[in-house]
Nanobody
Framework: VQLQASGGGMVQAGGSLRLSCAAS????????MGWYRQTPGKQRELVAL???????SYRDFAKGRFTISRDNALNTVDLQMTSLKPEDTAVYYC?????????????WGQGTLVTVSS
């Protein structure tokens, strides 16, 4: 499966962005889809995950502000981001993991840059 992220851009603090990830083939059997992000000099960090059955989990910094959604029919995974802060500035990567226990690193697609200005 190849993943292509889009929707990044520049936004002022407090604004919103919706990221979209399109998969090259069916995601219906993929255990987990999600989003990671990375800033220069830092490790890539998990933002949110959604299971094949639609169960969602978020890192603390994303709770209440970000919403992940998955459409197994369209083979897409979106990340709605609201109340954006300058510290949300990062390259955001779409992610998948075939293992229901999240064993192994999984795979990432190309990223999309989000820049939040103060």
């Amino acid at each position: 499966v190849q993943l292509q992220a889009s929707g990044g851009g520049m936004v002022q603090a407090g604004g919103s962005l919706r990221l979209s990830c399109a998969a090259s083939s069916s995601i219906s059997s993929i255990a987990f889809m999600g989003w990671y992000r990375q800033t220069p000099g830092k490790q890539r960090e998990l933002v949110a995950l959604v299971s094949r059955l639609g169960n969602r989990s978020y890192r603390d910094f994303a709770k209440g502000r970000f919403t992940i959604s998955r459409d197994n029919a369209l083979n897409t995974v979106d990340l709605q981001m609201t109340s954006l802060k300058p510290e949300d500035t990062a390259v955001y990567y779409c992610y998948y993991n075939l293992d229901s226990n999240l064993r192994g690193p999984g795979s990432w697609g190309q990223g999309t840059l989000v820049t939040v200005s103060s």
